[in-house]
């Protein structure tokens, strides 16, 4: 028997030491976290699947929303992620809890986690030729809030949805707006909700607010002083499949009883540059929205590439020229990823901005695959080339499909976890998680 000497330990240690410190070193900002689910990504590979929106619990777990499928037909889908990215088996069943309503499901298109840890969430369907919102509140465990509106759902509203998100205001009440891109005349709208899922009538016209002077909404945020923000003009999500349009956007803000708060910009409303699919608030009140951008101008006849945009205003509307180049900062995917654009945004404790959606291209025809793109814009809008590649990254969760990052979290660790969905046709889509590193 040969027997390792100490020294012969000592350097066996050491150099064990070195390459866990080398591997280490070698990850960088804008990569996968290989620790989470499977080498990165969790996936929901059944076919009948999309992820649109996610949010973080208190304790860390990961709460996705969006479509599945159950008994067949399609349905309102919650799914819980542990930490590591492996599916919660005490949320619903073995993780995923599917909601069927009375009328057709499309899925949740908005998320949020109450104080008290219950989910609301917003989905869409229809009956007949009517297009359906309702929200639904479930229980830290996966089921069902009974005590919610009628047996856990609002009664459905007729809302002209492509797409939308939801707020929760501080005193518990539920904002949701949405709306249809390039409507024809169909306006789009806005409705509140009481704690206890009833339309709120101190709201609006009895609970609604009907705006044609905006079209698509995409995003709604509070602003401290309970005025109500609501982007629009971003990429429609055709049942299961939103792609970057580089058309205007707009933001407009609401008083709290739903009338146009005219004191904001404009008459109430302040045009984007870019389209308006994402918005948030920084913590020093000023307003950031992201969405898809013309990033180069080529000459006839080539197209103009399509990459992501940035643009910052203060909170009362107004372009703060400081951001980016003079107010608008984007990013270009490459020639290989010239149909790309932002859907998501979030903001990293430093005030770092990370935006997320599609980097694609036409390969033949109408045929466009895409990939997730990211990129990271520091708090002044400079590219941050210290993540991924130069300040972008790109990762292809299905070959040869149409894959989106619809939604974003940041870990209280900081890093960040995106959610979107893979499509092959209207029949075959599949939903995805990735967490990156963000240093």
Known sequence: ??????????????????????????????????????????????????????????????????????????????????????????????????????????????????????IVAAADGATGRQALMQVVRVNSDGNLDTSFGSGGFTPPMVFPLESGNLALQPDGRILVAAGVSNPNGVPSEMARFTTSGQLDTTFGNGGGVVNLAYQGPTQIALQPSGKILVASGGAARLVFQAQPAAQPGAITRYNSDGTVDKTFASSGTVASLASASALLLQSDGKIVIAGSLTSQVNAPSAANDVGFGIARYSSNGVLDRSFGARGVATVDFGANAPISGAFALAIQSNGDLVAAGAAGGTISGNKVTSAFGLTRFTSAGKLDTSFGLKGTVITTVASGQYSWVASLAIQNDGKIVAVGTSQFNTDNTNAYGARYLAQ
Request: proline content about 2%; hydrophobic content about 50%.
């Open 1 to 118: 028997m040969r027997f390792i000497t100490t020294p012969q330990r000592l350097a066996l240690f050491t150099m064990a030491l070195v390459l866990c410190v080398a591997t280490q070193a070698a990850a960088k900002a804008g990569d996968l976290d290989k620790s989470f689910a499977s080498g990165g990504i969790f996936s929901v590979t059944t076919g009948e699947a999309a992820a649109y929106a996610v949010a973080m619990q208190s304790d860390g777990k990961i709460v996705l929303a969006g479509t599945g499928f159950a008994n067949g037909g399609f349905t309102d889908m919650l799914i819980r992620l542990n930490t590591d990215g492996t599916l919660d088996s005490s949320f619903g069943s073995g993780g995923i809890a599917n909601f069927v309503p009375d009328s057709l499901a499309f899925g949740f298109f908005a998320l949020a986690i109450q104080s008290d840890g219950k």
